[in-house]
């Protein structure tokens, strides 16, 4: 290929002082002010076997300046340089060849007079797709000096044949794609640090004996794998791996990313030690990220060309510090998660499940539990929870529709009901709703769902048996009834509940709810001290419970209280434990006095514990009477109709 | 003289005898032979660029200039009179100097120079006064051929002429500068010495320096004279110690004899006593402004 190129030409060289002799464009007082300088000496001393050194840089303005060095002894003081730069547009570095193209248009000047040539440009047609290579072979340090270069760290070397250091810097131009020909920066005879701006120069090639900056830097036998095979493609191109720069490198992407493409190139694909490069050179998603997209894009190198499949996407689940080192819109892991999912839906659960559980909170986890949790129906995700229990944290925050909540109820008790507990732990996975579900699921798992709900009340966060006795008391009458057969509160639970801000049709749900024994065993406890004098703790704690209840009844709870007001009179005559009765009437109807719904209430409560026992009837209509005569009468009536 | 760290800078354009003066003032440091007020006492850490220098200069060979993106690092230990100081005293390329001229943009390593140093050492070339035909020598030229021709018009005015700082008169250059640096230290006072360059071939027509200062660089002279903030002194140097050519008679003479400074209250002296005066060191020979 070749391209008709504009060259400009700056010449430099000595006029009392270094200056500019003449110019075929007018550079802006950046530009001016880098060649000023760069086109001076490269240092104190010139070596006439240096002469004709070649040096390289971007001008701030785009534009690439590349620049031919001559020795002038002619001029009256040491240290006098002719410099011819050739500037060009970045675009027409296009080529691997137009470096060494544009070599031949260097030209020396003669003298002061001989300046007209510099003065106008000149088109080229630059044979950008000449081969260069070395030839006479690869420097000893080219390894070494291209793992520096490549790795984000200025490289030095001491160029002792300069020719050998010219053929060098043209064989790495060739190697390196565009724009990272167009931004490289280097220098063929240099005796100190030079700099464009603020940064140094990529490549120095040391004239031997410089100081400091002429140590010989030798071949490491430790220079990595893909520096010496960079090394060896100086000198006979393997087309695979240019073509894999120039497909994969782009204009955004900084020099490491040569040396990510030469590992991959070189090891085939996601190796340990180009995983261990990118981790270590371009940590971050804005370090090449051209490269970096080329490679792990769905359907990119990664994946041969193909689309996404599972094996890749466990490839690269695998090093989770490989993909945080990606753009995440460039890694794509739902689309791979989905492809994945579609080819071997157990083999992703199982990636799924094996997911180390520190690493759980990253976003490779997070595609791949939406890929599992909304590709995966009831049975196959209780399958896995069967298998992997402590998942179901994860899977209640998101499945916890009735449909889900019977497939759940399916499982094993003992490994759910404490893997619930686990999960329900956590307050900022605990879901409400889900315990509102699993109550509804009462009726048609009795006793599932009510070892699982009874469980949830024996937590020990209060929080989440509040949220059960909420749930019931808005679940239908068949749903409590059910958890009252089948479940059993524990003492800590009643406990726990008594301490908590509930509403009185909630304490009168836990009396329902809670075996007379338990109670018993709770009101033995101190919590009861304030309310029920201490020889009467056993016998009275239900009262008080319901006592505690009535303070803060409301109009509309009056069926309910009564209904767990009944549960206890039950009970408590079952257990022969006529006096806690008694002292339940006692405690519970001069309360009723005060309430405005007494009438009602006393309506349900005889309706409800009385009307089998004519004695007791008489009792309780003649307490009824004290405090409401209408009350009592309807009463009368209600009972007359009973019986 | 207590412990202390002495900063002295190098002004001047191209081809003013900087590196030369730098060579020469090392050689005098090192050679026990020159009876010089002080010593070296530890060499640089990098020297190379002083060995480069003071090479060139002991075999009577042009030390070549300084390039424009190199700064030779010029940090030494010295003594004087039994107490040890510091001495850092960077050699710049004069054409950054000229660059500040043109572009009236001072880089950041010039402004460093300019400002962060505690006395100046101008350096003027007798070769580089790049004098200018004067208003009133072309009044007196017409004058003359209107007397001779009886016309009235002289030689046409040349107009179109490119700006360009080469040709800029070199006082003119040196005022200029001189007054970027004093409006970038904010008037803050300092020690200055112009030395000017290749005594030995000026050979004293004028009288001493100062007054050979005043003869051919008004402009520069009277700038310093008025300066307030700036304490003066003008020293003739002969760094070389003479010309070279290709007959190699310099690099016959012991490099102790060869390179002096000159002046007006002191006559000859040794080729360090501007970085004694700058340095303000006791003892050192000085003429004042």
Redesign the interface.
């Known amino acids: 290929m070749s391209a008709l190129v504009r060259i400009q030409h700056v010449l430099h060289g000595y006029d009392r002082g270094h200056r500019l002799l003449a110019a075929s464009v007018e550079l802006d007082r950046a530009g001016r002010q880098l060649v000023d300088v760069l086109s001076d000496a490269a240092g104190p001393e010139l070596r006439h076997d240096f002469d004709g050194y070649l040096t390289g840089y971007p001008l701030p303005d785009g534009r690439y300046a590349f620049a031919c060095t001559w020795y002038a002894p002619e001029m009256p003081r040491p240290n006098c340089v002719w410099t011819h730069t050739l500037i060009v547009e970045a675009t027409a570095l296009a080529g691997p060849g137009t470096l060494a193209a544009l070599c031949d248009h260097f030209r020396r000047p003669t003298g002061l007079s001989d300046l007209e040539f510099y003065r106008r440009p000149t088109p080229a047609d630059l044979d950008d797709a000449r081969v260069v290579t070395l030839w006479r072979g690869a420097p000893v340090w080219a390894a070494d000096v291209l793992g520096a270069l490549y790795t984000g760290h200025p490289a030095y070397a001491v160029g002792d044949r300069h020719a050998e250091s010219v053929d060098f810097v043209m064989a790495l131009s060739a190697q390196q794609w565009p724009q990272l020909r167009s931004r490289f920066s280097f220098c063929t005879a240099a005796q100190g640090q030079r700099r464009v701006g603020d940064h140094p120069f990529d490549l120095e090639l040391l004239v031997p004996g410089r100081g400091a900056w002429g140590r010989p830097r030798e071949a490491r036998p430790s220079a990595p794998d893909w520096a010496r095979l960079l090394a060896e493609d100086l000198e006979q191109p393997q087309s695979g791996l240019r073509d894999l720069v120039a497909a994969t490198c782009g204009g955004a992407d900084s020099a490491v990313a040569m040396c990510l493409a030469t590992a991959w190139h070189g090891t085939g694909g996601l190796s340990r030690e180009f995983a261990d490069l990118l981790v270590a050179h371009a940590p971050s998603p804005r370090q090449a990220p051209g490269f970096k997209r080329a490679v792990f894009r769905p359907g990119g190198l990664l994946d041969h060309g193909r689309a996404a499949s599972a094996s890749t996407l466990v490839d690269l689940l695998r090093r989770p510090d490989v993909v945080r080192t990606v753009d995440p819109a460039d890694l794509g892991l739902p689309q791979r998660v989905v492809a994945a999912w579609e080819q071997s839906p157990m083999e992703t659960v199982r990636l799924w499940t094996q997911w180390p559980a520190d690493e759980r909170t990253g976003e490779g986890f997070e595609a791949l539990t939406t890929a599992v949790l909304g590709n995966a129906g009831p049975r196959d995700l209780a399958d896995l929870l069967r298998h992997e229990p402590e998942l179901i944290g994860v899977v209640l925050t998101t499945k916890d529709g009735a449909e889900w909540c019977a497939a759940w109820l399916e499982l094993p008790d003992p490994p759910f009901g404490r893997s619930v507990a686990a999960a329900l732990k956590s307050a900022a996975r605990w879901r409400p709703h889900v315990v509102g579900t699993l109550v509804g699921l009462l009726p048609d798992y009795p006793d599932r769902a009510a070892r699982v709900v009874i469980g949830l009340l024996n937590l020990p966060e209060r929080a989440v048996a509040a949220s059960v006795v909420a749930a019931l008391r808005a679940a239908p009458r068949s749903c409590v009834d059910t958890l009252r057969i089948r479940g059993m509160i524990g003492e800590d639970a009643v406990r726990r509940l008594l301490q908590a801000p509930l509403d009185p049709p909630e304490l009168a749900l836990i009396a329902e709810l809670t075996p007379p024994r338990v109670l018993g065993v709770v009101s033995a406890s101190e919590l009861w001290l304030p309310v029920v004098p201490y020889a009467w703790r056993y016998t009275h704690a239900p009262v008080a419970l319901l006592s505690l209840g009535l303070r803060h009844m409301t109009p509309f709870d009056d069926e309910l209280l009564g209904r767990a007001y009944a549960h206890l009179w039950q009970r408590l005559r079952a257990d022969d434990a006529q006096t806690t009765w008694n002292y339940c009437k006692l405690m519970v109807f001069p309360q009723l006095g005060s309430k405005p719904q007494r009438g009602s209430l006393t309506t349900e409560l005889g309706r409800r514990t009385g009307w089998r026992d004519a004695e007791e009837r008489t009792r309780i209509a003649a307490a009824a009477e004290t405090i409401d005569p209408d009350a009592a009468q309807a009463l009368r009536e209600e009972w007359l109709g009973i019986l | 003289m207590s412990d202390t760290s002495v900063r002295i800078a190098l002004l001047g354009?191209?081809?003013t005898g900087k590196t030369t003066y730098l060579a020469a003032f090392y050689n005098a440091l090192c050679d026990p032979d020159v009876a010089a007020p002080i010593k070296i006492v530890t060499l640089p850490e990098?020297a190379?660029?002083l060995m480069?220098?003071l090479r060139?200069w002991q075999e009577a060979?042009?030390?070549?200039?300084?390039?424009?993106?190199?700064q030779?690092r010029v940090e030494m230990r010295l003594s004087h009179e039994g107490d040890q100081f510091t001495l850092a005293m960077p050699d710049m390329?004069?054409?950054l100097f000229?660059?500040v001229l043109r572009?009236r943009?001072v880089?950041a390593a010039v402004y460093t120079t300019l400002v962060e140093h505690d006395a100046y050492l101008v350096f003027v070339h007798p070769d580089?006064l790049r004098d200018r035909i004067l208003l009133t020598d072309v009044a007196a030229a017409k004058a003359s051929v209107a007397a001779v021709t009886g016309q009235r018009s002289g030689p046409p005015a040349t107009v179109g002429e490119e700006f360009a700082t080469?040709a800029l008169p070199l006082q003119a250059s040196m005022v200029d500068l001189l007054q970027a640096m004093a409006e970038l230290r904010q008037g803050a006072p300092c020690r200055l010495a112009v030395l000017i360059s290749a005594w030995d071939r000026v050979g004293g027509a004028d009288g001493p320096p100062d007054r050979w200062l005043a003869a051919r660089m008004p402009l520069l002279s009277q700038y310093l004279a008025n300066a307030a903030h700036l304490d003066c002194a003008v020293f003739g140097v002969s760094a070389q110690g003479g010309v070279y050519d290709d007959s190699g008679a310099m690099a016959d003479v012991r490099p102790s004899e060869r390179a002096y400074a000159v002046s007006a209250g002191a006559g000859r002296i040794d080729i360090t006593a501007p970085v004694c005066w700058a340095a303000g060191l006791a003892g050192a020979a000085v003429n004042p402004a």
Do not use: D, F
């Open positions: 354009l191209p081809q990098q190379t660029y480069t220098i060139n060979r042009p030390t070549g200039r300084t390039a424009t993106g190199e030779g390329s004069g054409e000229e660059n572009e943009v880089p580089e080469k």
